[in-house]
């Protein structure tokens, strides 16, 4: 009777132990906010760390439609979660998006693609090293 229990309390032990998450785990990636308004970009550079996933937290504050065009920067990044389409995220006004990714080092620019927007002064760089 007594080898029983000690089995079955052997048994739930290991079951929970199964269950818990690991400390092992790879820890979330840091979160880079980027503030796009008329007609800038916050921060300017955009500093990050090659080889190291980030999130990118794309934030339109403007009324109007901007986006985040770095063609060079996202094809040379490997894009782990979120929507980067023809090197660009589009954000309509007031909305938000993220994208992570790991980037490659280098010297990138950045430019919003909407009309006069980047004659306005909307461009800047992105520094990964």
Do not use: W
């Not at 309390?9 to 790879?26: D, M």
């Not at 008329?38 to 550079?45: E, I, L």
């Not at 280098?106 to 520094?127: A, E």
Request: hydrophobic share 45%; net charge positive.
């Amino acid at each position: 009777m007594f080898l029983h229990r000690l089995a079955a309390a052997s048994a739930i032990g290991l079951a929970a132990a199964a269950s818990a998450p690991s400390s092992a785990q790879a820890p979330a990636a840091p979160v880079q906010q980027i503030l796009l308004y008329s007609y800038g970009y916050n921060p300017n550079p955009i500093v990050l760390a090659a080889g190291k996933p980030v999130t990118l937290t794309f934030v339109n504050r403007a009324g109007k439609g901007h986006d985040f065009t770095a063609a060079k920067f996202f094809a040379s990044s490997r894009i782990l979660a979120g929507n980067v389409s023809g090197g660009e995220v589009d954000l309509d006004g007031g909305q938000s998006k993220s994208v992570t990714l790991v980037p490659a080092a280098g010297q990138y620019k950045v430019h919003c693609g909407k009309p006069f927007h980047k004659m306005l002064g909307m461009s800047g760089d992105i520094v990964v090293r």
